[in-house]
């Protein structure tokens, strides 16, 4: 079954990269996609892609002809990228997609934002007891999440580039009507569970539910929305109603699943 | 007498512009001032003045050495600034001014943040209907202001630069221990009273109200603040309670006592 939305023509900055390649590999019978990245796709990656630098906008602005909705994910990622990589990756290229949009009239984009846009509250409790595995006289639920409401408070160039992109997707939805949920993403790596640090049993963001959340914020009615891209783990910190309530996110996994009882070492999880 | 922390060091970024011949004009004899500007000074600013652009950080290092507390002013100002104006002046400058006051050292920033950074409030009632002189039915202080917490919602890419602005100042602020109060500032002009516009009855900000919270901002206690630069205007829609609670912000002007009984042109003030 073809669900509505499926003839759609998608366009995905950064689709070489991890969550590029993940998105497409999963919704790549539902939606008609094309990708944008610097660096040339890999021979499994069978959609036709543009080889060009989103900090480029004369050089990307074809490529978003036609399109219905961009999946905006190319960015410097690791979060403690240097300023110049930064304002030229993040900051430009940010900018330079919301403009390729409104030149081209493109209806939507899926921004990936990032946790790190409110990184600074994990040094307030509880928060900061939860990312270090200190649950004592905690309860899970028993404490405020962070939600789409809460003041930014980047934790380096690279929260504040994410902040700057939320502020543009916001001026570019209020002034030429296009639709934008930024997802603030949480933790996604290649191993497609916890790893290598504690604080990704709050954080963790499987790979479908990752693929749910991108898939509802493509095809669902929204306007201008920040939505947590964590899974349904037991110490999250960041609320999921609004994306529940908004593109009906009902996201499927649970870092717990992968925790041994005595230690914080992952295992194999004990659920599908 | 001279007050408290009048022997700070204050450099002031764009200080051949109108806002920092204002201030330095106003408080002069208070502070240290120092001047950093595009632009060479005018004959009657006796401040010494380094001539660089905030857009080369070495360029501008050398200005903030010893330097107390900077007044970040210099930005492309017009509110429809073309991006790529905004980009170098607004977004670089503001990143390496924030960068400058940490790597010399200095203790406090001030920093000319905009209304514009939360303009599309005014879309809305019954900020629409302030904005466009059409009081009916509304009472002052009869509705919400906004105050320093409503996410932002800029209004053009001058005011995601503020949004940008604001985001560095906090995370400057939270992962160095910078001081920095973020001014939305309103409607300031030379005739130094609402002119050309209806919307200022609302927005106006006064040169001494403005020179009030400067010095305040610049010697009172603070972590990381965002106050709207405002008069005590009748019909103003932003909160000074935050200002007023924090520094002891007293605004002394109110546009009101510019307006005619029944037009909305200027007249000279009833009051002082």
Request: aromatic share 10%.
């Amino acid at each position: 079954m073809r669900l509505p939305g499926s003839d759609m023509r998608v366009l995905v900055t950064g689709s070489s990269g991890l969550i590029g390649r993940t998105v497409i590999a999963a919704l790549g019978k539902t939606y008609r996609f094309a990708g944008l990245d610097v660096a040339a796709p890999s021979g499994d990656l069978a959609v036709p892609t543009t080889v060009a630098d989103v900090a480029n906008l004369e050089a990307i602005l074809p490529a978003f002809k036609g399109v219905d909705a961009v999946v905006h994910l190319a960015a410097s990622v690791p979060f403690r990228s240097p300023w110049p990589e930064v304002l030229k990756n993040n900051v430009i290229g940010t900018h330079n997609v919301f403009e390729a949009c409104r030149a081209q009239g493109v209806k939507r984009v899926v921004f990936a934002s990032s946790n790190h846009a409110v990184g600074m509250y994990e040094q307030d409790s509880p928060y900061r007891e939860i990312v270090a595995g200190a649950y004592e006289g905690l309860e899970p639920g028993g404490f405020a999440v962070l939600d789409h409401t809460v003041p930014v408070r980047p934790d380096g160039d690279y929260g504040v580039s994410k902040a700057f992109g939320e502020a543009t997707g916001r001026y570019y939805s209020e002034a030429f009507g296009l639709e934008v949920a930024c997802l603030r993403i949480g933790t996604v790596n290649r191993h497609d569970r916890p790893a290598r640090s504690v604080r990704h049993f709050a954080t963790w963001l499987s790979h479908r539910d990752l693929t749910q959340l991108v898939d509802r914020s493509l095809r669902r009615p929204l306007g201008f929305e920040v939505f947590y891209g964590v899974s349904r783990n037991r110490w999250r910190f960041w609320d999921i109603s609004h994306a529940a309530e908004t593109v009906g996110y009902d996201p499927q996994d649970d870092a717990e699943d992968w925790r041994s009882g005595t230690s914080s070492a992952p295992r194999q999880p004990r659920g599908g």
